[in-house]
């Protein structure tokens, strides 16, 4: 089906430059999703991550750069567009449809797709991986606890089939019980051959499970590699990945 | 016992008026319920779409005899349609663009629609008869006719049909997820451009329904029954909770039935007084509604509600001063007719002073700025008539009384921001007309105040037009000097405070309220003594002489302008009331021109002529 090499990355961005108003928040950004992997990239506040995302997603347009997917330019196409090519999205903030139930939340992840009967069966497997959202699926999910948000955000990206699942900062604000089953989530998911984009300021959590990660400084890629090299370099460790952030 | 069974009849005959009515208004509401959800916009061309609904419906039958079915789908099709384009050229470019700047596009849109409505079928009532056999149902001592059965039928059909949609088709659930959240809708893959107008294809179409019904309930129709509908729909809307679709239903009901009972009780001149005095309740006391859940958003999700950051273009001191001593030089040609013209716009120039430092300088778009006018000239006409007073006390007199009850009035609307700012200021302007018309023992009500004593200074009246203009010029003058004054000052700076980030104005110490009620009571003097001056130069004004339309040309006036900018707002003065006024031809394309300028403003100029980016 892919006439791409197999090196070629799922997701690439080349030298992007985005602004809100005259303040420029990306220079020249580039990074790259390999099929298959989790990629981390780390930052702290305000330094772009989640204007990453948005830049992915097609939520702002950069003023120069390209992005690909999957071999595509998409730079500039709408967002219903993007995410019908395969991206879903776990944004900042889980945003669910609060006055929505939990079912309705994760039929809504699939809109894209009108295959009825093949999305009752992934409704289905959906809910064998996130077993605490079946007993809730009727509930409110503004009236859900932040984990149990969590989940449902992640199911809800799931019900796409996307190729790639973007996430931003997805264990902000958990309990470390909960730290833990998301991680353990986010490499479940890879596992069955989904590609993983995930922001994060928790670079220690982050790193765990990433196969590659970037660091992000004020629009900045300031260091990238894979986790075992960071982690090791006591350098890196103190200037980037120490002091974490208490959030 | 006796009185209990005399009264019966008629109580059921005003609770089935109030259901019938407020089934009316519940389809109004619906719509701008649903439009509020997915594009957070108070749309106030909706009356419109009404009116045009009843026309379509009228023409219709008397063109082309269509039965009612028929005329239904046409108006239902004919409707939805207008709503379509309303949103596809109206309003998609300004997506982005912060959110009162689509409310002020409707209301521009709304100025076009009733214009054109009148143009093609002249401003004259029309019969719409109804088209159904006109049976009466007895129950007890009311009676029920067809229509009512025929409006009730419409009112649950569309909510039925409405549920269905929401609750059970794909599109339902985008539009329902839009309203939730329009990105992460977005990220879901829902095209929230198509959710746009199919929920403006909707509500369009049950205004149309809604407007031919009514014309038909009152076998009447004319093109200035738009306003009235909006302002209905919207406090049926705000009962019911800023966007909820079902509080709306309820609102609607509500809403016609204190009408119902009101008027069985006090009598129908006071039918408006209560859907206002309603709307200001809810918005003081329970600004997300009565049927409103606590809702996962904020109660006032409506800030930063700024047209466009601007700031004033600086003028050369020698540019200023050579055109006002050229203006004070006017008189001196021959020209009366563009003396009276000029006259005219600088009475106005003194309510747009007033507006654009409310709404510019402090950013609290008032809607109902004219209503300053109407107390104005009230005052000073009855301290003329009633007690004597000479015209060089009465005005300033005016002026004083105007901005103690004006900021006394304002003052439930000062602790509210954005959106909720406009409607309370738009029922709260209502109101002062209301009361005018009702209380007659002060005002003479509808008649109006005659004979009201042209100006005159120290004995001598101003009888010739140079001597009108030269007073006002020197008011205009002054008051913008003293206002460029105040700005430039500590007073100035505290305002611009207050609209930029009230939050951290107030963290600052800054009582913010008091500061808003400060600048409201400065423009209220201006604007009360230029509407005192009116009343003296046209000896007669009644509760329509400062109407709504006013304060929607002030405020296009100042957008024009720049908003906040003082020699702006004496330009955008100038400009639309006199270019009219010297091109007679278009007098009739008046209010469409004031309309396209209001569009093509905020599309394209939104910082207006004298304002920079
Ligand atoms: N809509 C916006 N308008 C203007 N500026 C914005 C907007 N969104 C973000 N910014 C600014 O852009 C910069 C980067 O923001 P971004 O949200 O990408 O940071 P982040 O790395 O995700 O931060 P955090 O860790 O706090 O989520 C910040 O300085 C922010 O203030
Ligand atoms: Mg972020």
């Known amino acids: ?11 690439q961005l080349d030298r992007l430059n985005s602004y809100y108003g005259p303040v420029q928040v990306h220079f020249d950004l580039s990074l790259s999703v390999p099929a298959g992997q989790i990629v981390c990239l780390l930052g702290g506040n305000a330094s772009g991550k989640s204007t990453t995302m948005k830049a992915i997603l097609g939520l702002t347009r950069p003023h120069s750069g390209t992005v690909r997917f999957a071999g595509q330019p998409i730079t500039g196409l709408p967002t219903p567009e993007i995410v019908r090519r395969g991206i879903s999205s776990v944004p900042e903030a889980r945003r669910l449809f609060p006055a929505m139930t939990v079912q309705e939340n994760l039929l809504m992840g699939a809109y894209i797709r009108s295959d009825a009967r093949a999305i009752g069966q992934d409704l289905d497997r959906v809910l064998e991986r996130f077993p605490r959202l079946r007993e809730r699926l009727r509930q409110r999910a503004g009236t859900l606890s932040g984990g149990e948000q969590q989940m449902v955000a992640m199911a809800r990206a799931l019900m796409g089939r996307p190729r790639l699942i973007c996430m931003d900062e997805p264990t902000m604000g958990l309990s470390p019980l909960f730290v833990e089953r998301v991680l353990d989530l986010i490499q479940e998911i890879n596992r069955d051959g989904v590609s993983v984009f995930m922001v994060e300021q928790n670079a220690s959590l982050a790193l765990r499970i990433a196969h590659f990660a970037y660091v992000l400084q004020s629009g900045l890629i300031v260091l990238s590699g894979p986790p075992g090299r960071m982690l090791s370099d006591a350098r ?7 002091g974490e952030p208490g959030l | 016992m006796m009185i209990n069974q005399l009264a019966f009849g008629p109580w059921l005959d005003y609770t089935v008026n109030g259901l019938i009515i407020g089934n ?42 269509t039965p009612l079915p028929v005329t239904l789908v046409i108006v239902i099709t004919g409707s939805a349609l207008l709503g379509v384009a309303i949103e596809r050229v109206g309003l998609r470019a300004l997506h982005g663009s912060s959110r009162i700047a689509p409310l002020l596009a409707t209301i521009g849109i709304s100025l076009v629609l009733d214009q054109l409505v009148q143009l093609f079928c002249s401003p004259d009532p029309r019969a719409l008869a109804s088209q159904l056999p006109d049976l009466r149902i007895q129950i007890g001592r009311g009676t029920i006719g067809t229509l009512d059965l025929l409006i009730a039928g419409v009112g649950l059909v569309s909510a039925t049909g409405l549920y269905g949609f929401l609750r059970y088709t794909k599109l339902g659930w985008a539009v329902r997820a839009t309203a939730q959240d329009q990105d992460a809708a977005r990220q879901m893959g829902v095209d929230t451009d198509r959710v746009n107008v199919t929920v403006f294809a909707i509500a369009s179409a049950l205004g149309g329904v809604s407007g031919l019904l009514v014309g038909m309930y009152y076998n009447s129709i004319d093109p200035n029954m738009s306003f009235d509908a909006t302002l209905k729909g919207v406090v049926a809307m705000m009962i019911g909770g800023l966007g909820n679709v079902p509080g709306a239903l309820g609102g609607g009901l509500l809403l016609g039935l204190t009408e119902s009972y009101g008027i069985a009780l006090f009598g129908s001149s006071y039918r408006n007084l209560f859907a206002f005095a309603l709307l200001i309740l809810i918005l003081v006391a329970a600004p ?17 509600t700024f047209i466009a950051r ?30 009276q013209t000029l006259t005219t716009a600088l009475l106005s120039a003194l309510l747009a002073l007033s507006l654009t430092l409310v709404a510019g300088t402090v950013g609290q778009i008032s809607l109902g700025h004219a209503a300053l006018l109407a107390i104005g000239g009230y005052a000073s006409g009855l301290l003329a008539l009633d007690c004597g007073l000479p015209f060089v006390w009465s005005v300033p007199l005016a002026g004083v009384i105007t901005a103690l009850l004006g900021t006394l009035l304002v003052f439930p609307a000062l602790r509210m921001q954005g959106h ?10 209502e109101i002062v007309t209301l009361v005018i018309l009702n209380w007659t023992g002060l005002t003479q009500g509808a008649m109006g105040l005659t004979g009201i004593p042209a100006p005159a200074i120290g004995g001598i009246e101003l009888t010739s037009v140079r001597s009108v203009y030269w007073l006002v010029l020197v008011l205009v003058v002054a008051i913008a000097l003293l206002q460029t004054r105040l700005l430039s000052g500590h007073l100035g700076r505290t305002w611009r405070a207050i609209r930029e980030d009230e939050v951290a104005a107030r963290s600052y110490g800054v009582a913010a309220n008091r500061y808003k009620a400060l600048a409201f009571g400065f423009g209220a003097f201006g604007a009360g003594v230029g509407g005192a001056i009116t009343a003296h130069l046209y000896s007669y004004i009644d509760y329509r002489t400062f109407d709504t339309t006013l304060s929607i040309l002030a405020l296009t006036m100042v957008i024009l302008g720049g908003l906040g900018n003082v020699a702006g707002a004496v330009l955008g003065s100038v400009l639309l009331v006199s270019l ?26 939104p910082q207006g002529l004298l304002g920079t980016v």
Not at chain 2, 60 to 65: G, N, P, V
Not at chain 2, 320 to 334: D, E, F, T
Not at chain 2, 581 to 597: K, N
């Open chain 2, 24 to 65: 009316i208004y519940a389809l109004l509401a619906v719509g701008l319920a649903l439009i509020f959800g997915v594009a957070n916009l108070i749309n106030f061309a909706h009356g419109s779409v009404y009116t045009v609904g009843a026309y379509l419906g009228w023409a219709s039958i008397t063109y082309l005899h």
């Open chain 2, 288 to 304: 997300n509604g009565l049927f409103g859940r606590r809702r996962d958003l904020p109660p006032e999700p409506m800030t930063g």
């Open chain 2, 310 to 339: 601007s700031r004033p273009l600086r003028l050369p001191r020698a540019l200023v001063a050579g055109v006002v001593l050229a203006a004070a030089l006017l008189p001196l040609l021959p020209a009366p007719y563009l003396l």
């Open chain 2, 580 to 605: 009219p006024e010297l091109f007679r031809a278009a007098a009739e394309y008046r209010m469409l021109a004031y309309g396209l300028v209001l569009l093509v403003l905020i599309r394209y100029r």
């Open chain 2, 420 to 429: 909720y700012v406009s409607i309370a200021t738009l029922g709260i302007g």
């Open chain 1, 236 to 242: 890196i460790r103190d200037a980037y990945l120490g």
């Open chain 1, 1 to 11: 089906m892919d006439h791409q090499a197999p090196e070629a990355p799922l997701l």
